[in-house]
């Protein structure tokens, strides 16, 4: 039975804030997964996560770096199979993200077995820290008459052409393994399985796949799927449902029934509950929508409305840690500072509604204070009378350029020209707002 997953999970959660595993020990997990090629022969993928928080990252100019040395010794009887030596390069732009538990590198080796029985060391070593990892263990390959590879437990599955964890895509289609077996029902809807049928001698009788789950000795999960398999070997994709999985650990078996053969494969897994840390500045999610739009533009979602209230604090959560990746800040720095300006707009924009919400207050919440203030009055030439201007400048970034009028005399200004800033556009007729004989140079920056 594979129980290498189970045996981490369980170290890591007795004794991740102890000292028992000696600050030598690097902790991670590590999972295989064995299916057949069309030689059958068995490709074994050995995965192996490690949360941020257990590596030593170093600041460089670039970012935050962390280096980890995997090395793989796969024997068979008494001999050399196959060894294997990687280095791995784990960079973080945010510092924030160097402590952080829930984020995780993963990586995943394969190798190509024939023989019945290997032995494989897995070891690594993190270069900054000098702590390491070390198991041993044996692994059976995969009869070259089976009907079913292992089950790869997935906590996402999602179309992704990008070349983000291209070790984990099958036709672009990004299956994420979870070394781990720990599934937080509060940040996953599914567990996603995925496994092959190999049907070598293409018959064509139908088979019965039953995928059945226990908690504590007692079904909590008893499902049967009727197929035609095809000929080769053939993808197959479940899913559990978290919602009504209580948190705890769970065994669970899926048998493949044809009308001559039965074979089964076990999992194991564990549910946890953990609470995702939330982060907002208004108490209703449709203003914090507003303050996104801010920062986002058009790219703010268009169904906003018919999201939930937990899917829009999630989207909101999300934002803001993007941010914080963006300016290399904590999250609670950028949240800290965007709140310091949505203060002082609304000390000092605000006119019939809050500061924040104007023109100004939106520039100065987006750019923060501008380099260069100028004031003045239009000319007798406009259309209209006498009116307020300023001239907002900054000299970072691809050095916006701003003019806000004042058109009802009230203290109310109003963006009129806009240059530099893909996320703002000019009237069409400002002009006839400041006159014709307004001197252009004056938007030079």
């Not at 928080?53 to 040395?69: M, V």
């Not at 990586?107 to 820290?129: G, M, V």
């Not at 059945?212 to 049967?224: A, I, N, Q, R």
């Not at 986002?296 to 979602?301: A, E, M, R, V, W």
Request: a negative charge; one cysteine or more; glycine letters at 4%.
């Amino acid at each position: 039975m594979k129980n290498i997953r189970l045996f981490f999970s369980l170290v890591i959660i007795l004794f991740a804030f102890s000292t028992l595993l000696g600050s030598d020990k690097l902790n991670m997990f590590i999972d295989y997964n064995r299916f057949l090629d069309k030689n059958k022969n068995t490709i074994l993928l050995l995965d192996y996560q490690i949360p941020y928080e257990n590596l030593a990252f170093l600041a460089t100019n670039n970012g935050y770096f962390a280096e980890l040395n995997v090395k793989v010794k796969i024997t068979e009887a008494d001999s050399i199979f196959l060894e294997h030596e990687i280095n791995d390069i784990i960079g973080v732009k945010n510092k924030a993200d160097t402590g952080n538990r829930k984020k995780s590198y993963l990586n995943r080796l394969s190798f190509t077995l024939h023989k019945p029985l290997y032995t494989i060391q897995f070891s690594a070593l993190d270069i900054n820290s000098q702590k390491n990892f070390f198991y041993e263990f044996q692994i059976e390959t995969l009869p070259p008459s089976s009907l079913l590879s292992d089950i790869e437990l997935n906590s996402e599955v999602k179309p992704d052409t990008s070349q983000y964890l291209v070790k984990f895509k099958r036709n672009n289609v990004l299956y994420r393994s979870e070394p781990s077996i720990l599934f937080n029902k509060s940040i996953n809807d599914y567990i996603y399985l995925y496994l092959e049928i190999y049907n070598w001698n293409s018959t064509s009788e139908s088979c019965l796949l039953n995928l059945s789950l226990e908690k504590d000795s007692l079904v909590v999960m008893d499902e049967y799927i009727d197929f035609q398999p095809g000929p080769g070997s053939e993808s197959i994709n479940l899913k559990i449902p978290l919602k009504d999985l209580n948190p705890g650990f769970y065994n669970g078996t899926i048998v493949l029934q044809s009308a001559e053969r039965t074979e089964e494969r076990n999992i194991e897994f564990a549910v946890i509950e953990e609470k995702e840390e939330e982060f907002f500045l208004f108490a209703n999610p449709d203003e914090e929508y507003e303050l996104m739009r801010i920062f986002l533009g058009n790219k703010i979602p268009s169904d906003w409305g018919k999201m939930n209230q937990d899917t829009k604090r999630r989207y909101i959560t999300q934002f803001w840690r993007d941010m914080a990746f963006s300016t290399n800040r904590s999250v609670q720095s950028i949240m800290d500072l965007v709140q310091k300006r949505i203060d002082y707009a609304n000390r000092n924009f605000t006119h019939f509604k809050q500061g924040w919400t104007s023109d100004m207050g939106r520039i100065y919440i987006r750019n923060g204070p501008p380099d260069d203030i100028q004031r003045d009055t239009s000319s007798d030439e406009s259309r209209f009378v006498r009116k307020d201007y300023q001239i907002w400048k900054y000299v970072s970034g691809k050095k916006p350029v701003y003019m806000f009028i004042d058109i009802q005399m009230n203290g109310n200004y109003r963006l009129i020209y806009v240059e530099n800033d893909d996320l703002e556009a000019s009237n069409p007729d400002w002009m006839r707002y400041v006159g014709s004989d307004f001197d252009t140079s004056k938007l030079d920056n």
